[in-house]
């Protein structure tokens, strides 16, 4: 057999295992970010994170508090929809390399059918078996990708929500920015002070919530609260000092309720 085709029917090989290598990469890197309920590390969502915060970071160069916040305040839900697009586009290139190795062909010709089998368009057809049953498959993957997307995003608000709404409660009761002295003093004058129980209680939750909710939701941790000068974890730092300043510095019963919310926080 000529050298020649024996290295170009080795080099059909490697671009196809290259190519499902590709595509495996896809996938585990949307399994891992929007299926496992844990904080778990990828490097293509982490470079495509970082990337992204470079570039954010560099449009708020500069800039005073206000507008960066309102800068930085797109880099997270930006991030999120890039997301999925960069994982079709990783797809459609691992399957190039499938249908190039199938049969090799111009890489416009590539491009158009393996687009055509991501997006379901149907536009770029073969007639072979093997090929059919590679168009479906890229058809499937595209179709998970893009439903894992739209069943995430309600997920990932309800969570924001439910986050921003404590912490707007607490700058009802601390102020903006939150201060331990506005805490007690609006608590004293409104007559609370030796009824904050139920406080510290819902802190308790939120601090469990959010603990369960920010590791399997990552990104979640990302996103900016939708006021400029309120901050989840400034709330969160001053629930904190609240809870500890009142047990240590007010003369008032003990109340174990707060000690449980410091101990969670």
């Known amino acids: 057999m000529d050298i020649a085709v024996i290295a170009f029917t080795f080099l059909r090989i490697l671009a196809f295992i290259l190519g499902v290598l590709v595509v495996f990469s896809a996938i585990v890197t ?14 293509l969502a982490r470079l495509l994170f970082r990337s992204t915060r470079a570039i954010f970071r560099l449009l708020a160069h500069g800039k005073d508090y206000d507008r960066q916040d309102r800068i930085m305040a797109f880099y997270a839900p930006v ?3 890039l997301l999925p697009v960069v994982l079709l586009v990783v797809v459609q290139i691992g399957y190039m390399f499938i249908y190039w ?3 090799p062909r111009p890489f416009f010709d590539l491009f158009e059918l393996s687009g055509s ?5 149907g536009s770029a057809e073969r007639e072979t078996i ?3 049953i590679l168009e479906f498959s890229e058809a499937t993957i595209g179709l998970i990708l893009i439903a894992l997307l739209i069943a995430y995003l309600p997920t990932m608000y309800a969570a924001f929500s439910r986050r921003e709404t404590a912490v707007a409660l607490w700058d009802g009761r601390a102020g903006t920015p939150p201060t331990v002295a506005m805490m007690i003093n609006r608590t004293w004058r409104n007559g609370e002070l030796t009824g904050t129980g139920e406080i510290w209680l819902a802190w308790q939750v939120w601090f469990s919530e959010l603990e369960e909710s920010h590791t399997s939701l ?3 941790a990302f996103f900016r609260s939708p006021r400029p000068g309120r901050s989840w974890i400034t709330a969160a730092g001053n629930v904190l000092d609240s809870a500890a300043f009142m047990l240590s510095a007010v003369d008032i019963p003990f ?6 919310c410091l101990r969670s926080g």
């Open 79 to 81: 991030t999120l929809l």
């Open 101 to 103: 190795a199938m049969e």
């Open 130 to 132: 093997i090929s059919k």
């Open 117 to 121: 089998s991501l997006l379901t368009l």
């Open 218 to 220: 990552a990104s979640l």
């Open 255 to 260: 109340e174990p309720k707060a000690a449980f």
């Open 30 to 43: 949307a399994v891992k970010t929007f299926v496992v309920p844990r904080g778990v590390q990828d490097p």
